[in-house]
């Protein structure tokens, strides 16, 4: 029952950073490195957006071909103490600033499950 919890959240993270994530960003690295300040995720500027982008391509190129997979390769990827929940804000907030047609492997990853 936690796990749909997690995933209700997720699905309501996602579905607010769509909203966000259409307005024109001067600064797309800024923006996505503030965005994760917000979650309390931290760490150099440079490497959390290559590492999106690494997020993304996987994703693209089907070597994660599910968003947990993506998730367990942020998990190991992230900084040490980084939450379960943190990651997958990550996760969010990279599909919907550097992929946003990747959206449908969170929304697939939050529908019903039995």
């Known amino acids: 029952m936690r796990l749909g919890k997690q995933l209700s959240a997720l699905a309501t993270?996602?579905?607010?950073?769509m909203a966000l994530a259409a307005r024109a960003f001067a600064d797309v690295g800024a923006d996505f490195a503030n965005q994760l300040?917000?979650?309390?995720i931290y760490g150099p500027r440079d490497y959390?957006?290559?590492?999106?982008?690494?997020?993304?391509?996987?994703?693209?190129n089907g070597l994660d071909d599910t968003a947990d997979k993506s998730g367990q390769f942020l998990?190991?990827?992230?900084?040490?103490?980084?939450s379960t929940a943190q990651t997958w804000q990550f996760?969010?907030?990279?599909?919907?600033t550097y992929c946003p047609d990747q959206t449908?492997?969170?929304t697939a990853v939050a529908g019903p499950h039995r």
């Open 13 to 17: 993270i996602a579905a607010a950073m």
């Open 37 to 40: 300040h917000g979650y309390r």
């Open 48 to 60: 959390n957006a290559l590492l999106a982008k690494i997020t993304c391509e996987r994703l693209g």
């Open 75 to 82: 998990s190991r990827n992230l900084a040490r103490g980084t």
């Open 91 to 96: 996760l969010a907030a990279a599909i919907t």
């Open 104 to 106: 449908p492997m969170l």
